[in-house]
C-alpha cells in the first residue's frame, strides 16, 4: 500500500516537472520589429517597434539590439509600458545607446517582493519598446535583437525566438518637371490653296477683214496737176 502510494507521488511530481511553467506559454514568445522592413531617404526619421507575441507572464526583458552605425543613428529606446500594464512593480534602466558601434541595450525589470499578477500577456505582437532611429546616408541596416532575455515576474527566463529587421535607406525620387507651356495641337491646318489667276485667253471676236486694201483716194488738185505736165 505505501509503496502504491510512493509510485503515485513520483508520478505526479514527474508530470508537474514536465508541465510547462503556469506563467508561461507551452511555446517560445516571439521577439521582432514592426514595421519589420523599412524605407527612408537620408535625414528622414524612422520609427520602429521592438515586439513581443506568444508571452504569458511576461515581467521584464533584457534587450541587445544592433544596427550599422554607418546607414542609421538611433536617437532613442523608450520603454513602452507594456511590461507595468500587468499592475506589477516594475523598474527600468535607461537605455545605453553607442551609435560609434551600432549597439544599444534596454532592460526592464519586475521587483517580486511587490508584485503579485503573474505577468503580462500577449498573443498577437505588442511594442515593449519605442526605437527612434535617423537615416544617415544611402544603404541598407539590419536590425538584429541577438542575445536579447525574456524573463518572467520572479526573474526566471523564458524561452523566446527572435526575428531581424531591416532599413533600407535611397534618396528620393526626383519629381519630373512639370510642362511650363501648352503642347501644341497635333492637328496642323492643311495650306489653303491660293486661287490662280485663268491662263486662257478667253477667245476674242474679230470682224471679218477683207483681204483687199483699198487704196487711198488721191487729192483733186494733185491729179489735175499731172494732166498740165504732160
Same mark, same amino acid.
Do not use: E, W
Given at each position: 500500500?505505501?509503496?502504491?502510494?510512493?509510485?503515485?507521488?513520483?508520478?505526479?511530481?514527474?508530470?508537474?516537472?514536465?508541465?510547462?511553467?503556469?506563467?508561461?506559454?507551452?511555446?517560445?514568445?516571439?521577439?521582432?520589429?514592426?514595421?519589420?522592413?523599412?524605407?527612408?531617404?537620408?535625414?528622414?526619421?524612422?520609427?520602429?517597434?521592438?515586439?513581443?507575441?506568444?508571452?504569458?507572464?511576461?515581467?521584464?526583458?533584457?534587450?541587445?539590439?544592433?544596427?550599422?552605425?554607418?546607414?542609421?543613428?538611433?536617437?532613442?529606446?523608450?520603454?513602452?509600458?507594456?511590461?507595468?500594464?500587468?499592475?506589477?512593480?516594475?523598474?527600468?534602466?535607461?537605455?545605453?545607446?553607442?551609435?560609434?558601434?551600432?549597439?544599444?541595450?534596454?532592460?526592464?525589470?519586475?521587483?517580486?517582493?511587490?508584485?503579485?499578477?503573474?505577468?503580462?500577456?500577449?498573443?498577437?505582437?505588442?511594442?515593449?519598446?519605442?526605437?527612434?532611429?535617423?537615416?544617415?546616408?544611402?544603404?541598407?541596416?539590419?536590425?538584429?535583437?541577438?542575445?536579447?532575455?525574456?524573463?518572467?515576474?520572479?526573474?526566471?527566463?523564458?524561452?523566446? =525566438?527572435?526575428? #531581424?529587421? !531591416?532599413?533600407?535607406?535611397?534618396? %528620393?525620387? +526626383?519629381?519630373? &518637371? *512639370?510642362?511650363?507651356?501648352? $503642347?501644341?495641337?497635333?492637328?496642323?491646318?492643311?495650306?489653303?490653296?491660293?486661287?490662280?489667276?485663268?491662263? =486662257?485667253?478667253? #477667245?476674242? !471676236?474679230?470682224?471679218?477683214?477683207? %483681204?483687199? +486694201?483699198?487704196? &487711198? *483716194?488721191?487729192?483733186?488738185? $494733185?491729179?489735175?496737176?499731172?494732166?498740165?505736165?504732160?
Amino acid at each position: 500500500m505505501y509503496l502504491k502510494a510512493l509510485v503515485i507521488i513520483v508520478c505526479t511530481l514527474g508530470l508537474l516537472a514536465a508541465a510547462p511553467h503556469p506563467g508561461h506559454a507551452a511555446g517560445p514568445a516571439q521577439l521582432g520589429f514592426a514595421p519589420s522592413a523599412s524605407h527612408a531617404a537620408p535625414g528622414a526619421t524612422v520609427a520602429i517597434d521592438v515586439t513581443v507575441a506568444d508571452v504569458t507572464g511576461l515581467g521584464g526583458y533584457d534587450l541587445q539590439l544592433s544596427f550599422d552605425p554607418a546607414v542609421l543613428r538611433l536617437g532613442s529606446l523608450q520603454d513602452s509600458g507594456f511590461v507595468a500594464s500587468s499592475g506589477n512593480l516594475v523598474t527600468c534602466v535607461p537605455a545605453t545607446i553607442d551609435n560609434s558601434t551600432g549597439h544599444a541595450v534596454a532592460a526592464c525589470f519586475t521587483i517580486p517582493l511587490f508584485s503579485s499578477s503573474p505577468g503580462a500577456a500577449a498573443t498577437t505582437p505588442v511594442p515593449v519598446i519605442h526605437a527612434s532611429f535617423v537615416a544617415l546616408r544611402p544603404g541598407s541596416s539590419t536590425l538584429s535583437l541577438a542575445g536579447s532575455d525574456l524573463k518572467d515576474a520572479a526573474g526566471g527566463l523564458i524561452p523566446v =525566438t527572435v526575428s #531581424a529587421g !531591416s532599413v533600407d535607406v535611397a534618396p %528620393a525620387a +526626383a519629381a519630373a &518637371p *512639370s510642362p511650363t507651356g501648352s $503642347a501644341p495641337s497635333a492637328t496642323s491646318q492643311a495650306p489653303t490653296a491660293s486661287p490662280t489667276a485663268d491662263r =486662257t485667253p478667253a #477667245a476674242t !471676236s474679230f470682224a471679218d477683214v477683207s %483681204a483687199t +486694201a483699198t487704196p &487711198p *483716194s488721191t487729192p483733186a488738185g $494733185a491729179s489735175a496737176a499731172a494732166t498740165v505736165a504732160a
